[in-house]
């Protein structure tokens, strides 16, 4: 009778943890590949071309190669080693892929947006912020798959993969994530900021957010994603914010469009 009640249980336990990792599955699997088709390469870690057509990753942002149009751009950690890491991973499935939408089908610059999978069902964004190649983006409302994209970018930092790994050995660069009373005028471009927020407030053009030494902005069209009253109570709380860092008479700005943008906010503390 014993060995019935203790078989009874194992077998119950392992259904409840097959039950859970299926959902965990059911939340970075694809719920409507719209287009199964050839990808041609990639030219960094979140973006590739297919048909012809510029494509960016939603959920990505991964270190920027050198530029040198108009402004000299510097390249970011491991730009090149993103890049290889996309264009193996397509080699390596026959650069068949499958391309699902969000909200927001196409970018201010006329790339396309889209998830995209593997034929083996891979997710490739979970695939590359879980090896730690990128960090994740919120943009363009689209949300569909931002639990599992946090999840895998937490993923890689708690491993201290790839960037998280150059961000130990080289605090110094301050890539992907630096502190707010570390910032300095160099520090511009997209990266995670960490500081304690001393003041919060609303303008008529913008709800303000401001660090030590930064000022987040969120423009009053994106006010409907947000609730005000919890912008309210990040005040004396340290926070991450994600986003494109920009200098503007001396100090640094940060304008946020997306409430996951805010580590509070998004779907891992939620």
Same mark, same amino acid.
């Given at each position: 009778?014993?060995?019935?009640?203790?078989? =009874?249980?194992?077998?119950?336990?392992?259904?409840?943890?097959?039950?859970?990792?299926?959902? =965990?599955?059911?939340?970075?699997?694809?719920?409507?590949?719209?287009?199964?088709?050839?990808?041609?390469?990639?030219?960094?870690?979140?973006?590739?071309?297919?048909?012809?057509?510029?494509?960016?990753?939603?959920?990505?942002?991964?270190?920027?190669?050198?530029?040198?149009?108009?402004?000299?751009?510097?390249?970011?950690?491991?730009?090149?080693?993103?890049?290889?890491?996309?264009?193996?991973?397509?080699?390596?499935?026959?650069?068949?892929?499958?391309?699902?939408?969000?909200?927001?089908?196409?970018?201010?610059?006329?790339?396309?947006?889209?998830?995209?999978?593997?034929?083996?069902?891979?997710?490739?964004?979970?695939?590359?912020?879980?090896?730690?190649?990128?960090?994740?983006?919120?943009?363009?409302?689209?949300?569909?798959?931002?639990?599992?994209?946090?999840?895998?970018?937490?993923?890689?930092?708690?491993?201290?993969?790839?960037?998280?790994?150059?961000?130990?050995?080289?605090?110094?660069?301050?890539?992907?994530?630096?502190?707010?009373?570390?910032?300095?005028?160099?520090?511009?471009?997209?990266?995670?900021?960490?500081?304690?927020?001393?003041?919060?407030?609303?303008?008529?053009?913008?709800?303000?957010?401001?660090?030590?030494? =930064?000022g987040i902005r969120i423009p009053k069209r994106y006010w409907d994603r947000f609730d005000f009253n919890k912008i309210k109570q990040l005040k004396g709380k340290t926070i991450e914010v994600r986003g494109l860092a920009y200098l503007y008479n001396g100090v640094m700005f940060m304008v946020i469009e997306e409430p996951n943008a805010i580590d509070a906010f998004n779907p891992l503390h939620n």
């Amino acid at each position: 009778m014993l060995k019935l009640i203790i078989h =009874t249980l194992l077998l119950s336990i392992s259904i409840i943890s097959v039950a859970h990792a299926s959902v =965990t599955q059911q939340d970075c699997s694809s719920k409507n590949v719209e287009l199964w088709t050839k990808a041609t390469y990639a030219t960094s870690g979140s973006d590739l071309v297919i048909l012809g057509k510029r494509v960016r990753l939603i959920g990505l942002y991964s270190p920027q190669r050198e530029k040198k149009q108009k402004f000299n751009t510097p390249a970011q950690p491991l730009a090149k080693e993103a890049q290889l890491f996309l264009n193996k991973l397509l080699a390596n499935h026959d650069l068949d892929v499958g391309v699902e939408y969000d909200t927001t089908k196409i970018d201010d610059f006329g790339r396309q947006l889209v998830h995209l999978y593997l034929k083996d069902g891979t997710s490739v964004q979970q695939k590359i912020l879980e090896s730690g190649f990128a960090i994740n983006r919120p943009a363009y409302n689209n949300n569909k798959y931002a639990k599992c994209y946090f999840e895998a970018e937490q993923k890689a930092r708690e491993g201290q993969f790839q960037l998280w790994d150059y961000l130990a050995k080289h605090p110094e660069s301050h890539f992907p994530l630096v502190k707010s009373s570390d910032l300095t005028t160099q520090d511009k471009g997209y990266r995670i900021i960490q500081g304690k927020v001393v003041k919060v407030m609303k303008s008529a053009t913008f709800y303000i957010i401001n660090m030590d030494t =930064t000022g987040i902005r969120i423009p009053k069209r994106y006010w409907d994603r947000f609730d005000f009253n919890k912008i309210k109570q990040l005040k004396g709380k340290t926070i991450e914010v994600r986003g494109l860092a920009y200098l503007y008479n001396g100090v640094m700005f940060m304008v946020i469009e997306e409430p996951n943008a805010i580590d509070a906010f998004n779907p891992l503390h939620n």
